[in-house]
Structures are given as structure tokens and as C-alpha cells.
């Protein structure tokens, strides 16, 4: 995956400790990007070479420069340097615009989308809005977006403005935990019921759903949705982190696997093959790295995609998944950074 260089151009600081990069590419051409895809950070320190994804909150249909937000997490290396350090012109090395997490429009459809956020999940999903209404123009759009207050509420201006410009086709619902409202404080089955019920205007079986924000909000969602007789395929999630409950941080034996051989597996990057061997305790990820095989990646936790590949020949355990479908995984698509090979000879295909 080729790296690219951006130039910021302008920073903006946002409530919750949130700022976004506008940036300009050093090239002549501006990537191509999918609304909900994201960019993976690449950072240099003096002992690593550090990545992190932040999704892309402008469209390709809008015209805007590419805009990156980033929060500030307390222990994040890499969202503190970015916060604290970053400064209009200094200069961005990242991958390629990445991510299954997406919105494509098609011209003509009249279908209702519904956008679930919580928090900081509104990132991807406002690029995902401004691309439906420019792109779309035939669609209705639902976007529910869940915060403490209206003061913590990334974007509360600019979606209100967007509202406004076309109030005809979207319904821009806040829930606020710290209201007084308690039946619109928090997001619950009987109230996403009453949502759906109130602003669904085309076909049942054309709308859809992205969500993104905790676990546990996400699995309201889905499984409220399911619940209404909506198919699997129509609701889409994006995960940014991986909560305590879902490390098993408490588990004493720390999930070592009942397997833990050593396998050998046959890396195929660029049209090199490269065979290595990989411990169970490793992730082919890691041995790959160890290697100098530049692949790419992102979040080592199975959260993003950047590092999707496909097992040819073989066998691959997967620790964590968050973003490959029972249907990618029969295809033989893998995450390689929580991937381990269970027999040998497994093949790999970068």
C-alpha cells in the first residue's frame, strides 16, 4: 500500500478534546476516497514506527479539503503527539485511504439511511451524511446522534446548518444523557422503535443502518434492528476501540490457545514470496514485520481492516474481528494482525 504525504493546512479544536486537520496532498492529485473510509497515521519515534486510523470526515462529493478529526486519548501516543504537537504546515505521512466501513451513493435510489453515533463515532458518519444529501438527492437521511450535552457535541453547528439547508430530507436527532428528558437521554430498543417507525418514508427492505460508537451501543442497535425483521446485511457498524469486557483482561491464562506450534507460512506481498515460520504467540503480523515485509496495517487489535488478506491454502485463527462477515471469512479473507496459522503450508496473499 503506497504512503502518501499531506501538508495541514488548517487545525480546528472541537469540544471533547478533539481537533480536525485539514490537509492538502504534496502530490499533484488528491486520493480517491469512500465516505466512512479513514486515514492511518504513520509516526516516527526514536525506537518505532508508530500507526493509527482517524477517519475522514469530509466527502468526496463536497468540495472540501480532506479533513481528519483526532481525539485525544489520555494514554494514545500517538492522538497526544497529534493534539499537543501537531501545527499548521507541518506535514502528515499516512497510508492510503482505507476501510469497508463505507457509503456509496447511487443516483436515482430512494431509500431512508439511518445514522446511529455516539461520541466521536460521528466521524466517518458525517462524511457518510454530506455525501448522501449532495450525491443522493432522492434519499432521506436520519442521523441520531447520542452525547452528554449539547456544549460536548462535536460538529452540533455544522450538522445543524446542513439540517437546515435540507430540511426535507434530514431528520437531525440529538440525545443528550445529562437532559431532563430522560425518555430522549439515552438510546434504547423502544425508543430506536419509535424512530424508525416515525421517519421510515421508502421501502423496509431498501433502508439502511451504519452505527458506530462503544460495543454496547452498537449491539442495541443491531440487535433491536434484527429484532424489527431488518436483514443482517443492511446494518453496517465501525469500531474504534475495544472495550475491557471484550480484552478479557481479567483472564489469568491470557487466552493462550490449546495449539502452540510453530507453522510455516508462505507470505505473498508485491509478488515476493517469503517463507516464514510464526510461533502461536505471534501474529503473522508481527513475524512479517520482523521480516521487513512492509505490509500494511493500522490498529493491531482487529478493529480496522487496513490489514485484510487472503488465505489461499491453509488454515488461520483469528484472536479478535470486528470488521470481516461470516461471508468474508468463508471467501478466506483474514485480519493478519490477530492472525495465526493452524497447520502448515498455510499461503497468505497481501
Not at 70 to 94: C, Y
Amino acid at each position: 500500500m503506497q504512503k502518501l504525504h499531506f501538508r495541514i493546512t488548517s487545525i480546528s479544536k472541537h469540544p471533547g478534546e478533539v481537533v480536525t486537520f485539514s490537509l492538502e496532498p504534496l502530490s499533484e492529485r488528491k486520493p480517491d476516497f469512500i465516505s466512512g473510509q479513514f486515514l492511518s497515521i504513520i509516526l516516527q519515534t526514536a525506537n518505532k514506527e508508530l500507526r493509527r486510523s482517524y477517519s475522514i470526515c469530509s466527502s468526496p462529493y463536497t468540495n472540501e479539503p480532506i479533513t481528519i478529526a483526532v481525539k485525544r486519548i489520555e494514554n494514545g501516543e500517538v492522538s497526544r503527539k497529534l493534539f499537543n504537537d501537531t501545527r499548521e504546515g507541518d506535514v502528515l505521512t499516512t497510508l492510503e485511504p482505507n476501510g469497508i466501513f463505507t457509503y456509496e451513493p447511487i443516483k436515482n435510489s430512494k431509500r431512508t439511511i439511518f445514522l446511529f453515533a455516539a461520541g466521536v463515532g460521528i466521524t466517518p458518519l458525517i462524511s457518510m451524511l454530506k455525501t448522501i444529501l449532495t450525491a443522493e438527492d432522492q434519499s432521506k437521511v436520519v442521523l441520531v446522534y447520542s452525547n452528554r450535552s449539547q456544549a460536548s457535541t462535536l460538529f452540533f453547528y455544522e450538522l445543524n446548518k446542513w439540517q437546515s439547508n435540507y430540511s426535507n430530507r434530514f431528520d437531525l436527532i440529538y440525545l443528550f444523557s445529562e437532559s431532563q428528558n430522560l425518555i430522549r437521554a439515552r438510546l434504547n430498543k423502544i425508543l430506536i422503535q419509535e424512530i424508525i417507525s416515525e421517519h421510515l418514508i421508502f421501502e423496509k427492505s431498501d433502508a439502511l443502518f451504519y452505527t458506530c460508537g462503544p460495543i454496547s451501543y452498537m449491539d442495541v442497535c443491531r440487535l433491536t434492528l434484527l429484532g424489527m425483521g431488518f436483514g443482517q446485511w443492511q446494518i453496517k457498524r465501525e469500531t474504534f476501540f475495544i472495550s475491557a469486557d471484550d480484552g478479557d483482561e481479567d483472564d489469568e491464562t491470557e487466552n493462550i490457545p490449546t495449539d502452540t506450534n510453530t507453522y510455516t507460512v508462505r507470505i505473498i506481498y508485491q509478488n515476493r514470496k517469503t517463507d516464514v515460520d510464526i510461533p502461536y504467540h505471534k501474529s503473522i503480523l508481527d513475524i512479517a514485520l520482523e521480516n521487513k515485509i512492509d505490509m500494511p496495517y493500522s490498529c493491531r487489535s482487529g478493529i480496522c481492516g487496513t490489514c485484510t488478506a487472503f488465505c489461499s491454502q491453509g488454515n488461520i485463527r483469528m484472536d479478535y474481528n470486528e470488521v470481516l462477515t461470516e461471508n468474508d471469512i468463508e471467501k478466506g479473507k483474514i485480519l493478519t494482525c490477530v492472525g495465526h496459522p493452524t497447520v502448515n503450508g498455510t499461503e497468505i496473499w497481501i
